[in-house]
């Protein structure tokens, strides 16, 4: 048996091919990609298949180690495996092609989630790109494909209120650098992505869009992009008068 590395040999992804190759699995690990764990009756309606159904796709994902199962007294909710399942599937979406979208409120909820998301737990499409970039410029961080937080990057985001010193005592590493499905470039993962989103969110920055993973940018959040970092994001919807809480 041909145990060498490097060969092509020493990973088989047949497994997750096959547990990602059915439009509903799909739906329900896209439902699941912004950390949450929801009851199979949700993600089945999702996806559009009854109980049965939704029950064996479940199973299936669950066998690949995508998705676990959590019982909650006798509910049972699904969610993604971790944190590193989240990061590779939003780096396999750079490669997949796009879901078709028709009538005008998908394609309008398409283009919001390219605007600003969870994945998982951090910031993702232009928000989280476009921060990740500024940090960069601004030498918070090092990179642009291995981000590091220098001491100067760590000091501006305690500023922040980010807990910083939290995420690096995480037993996560501290930061990655995840593909951006939608973005094609990189924006900031690990436990230190994971702070900042809580941040954002906890300050009234951005503010949940319903149930999935979609995100407003605020008002109070516009004017701090764009105050501290010279980011225009104005593509990115706020929610209505009052919607955002401005918590700083």
Known sequence: MDTATGTGRDRDFTGVGRALGAPARSVMVGLLMDGTARPAGELARAAGV????????????????????????????????????????????????????????????????????????????RLGVGLADAWLRAGWLTGPEALTLTDAGADGLRGLGVDVDGARRARRATTRACLDWTERRHHLAGALGAAVGARFLGAGWVARRGTGRGLHLTADGHRLVRDAWGLDLSGIDAPPVGGGSGRA
């Open 50 to 125: 009854g109980a049965p159904a939704a029950s064996e796709h479940l199973a299936v994902l669950v066998e690949a180690g995508l998705v676990v199962r959590r019982a909650q007294g006798r509910h049972r909710y699904y969610a993604l495996a971790g944190p590193e399942v989240a990061d590779a599937l939003e780096a396999l979406g750079a490669l997949a092609a796009p879901a078709p979208v028709s009538g005008y409120r998908r394609s309008r909820e398409a283009d919001r989630l390219a605007g600003a998301r969870f994945c998982y737990d951090h910031l993702a499409g």
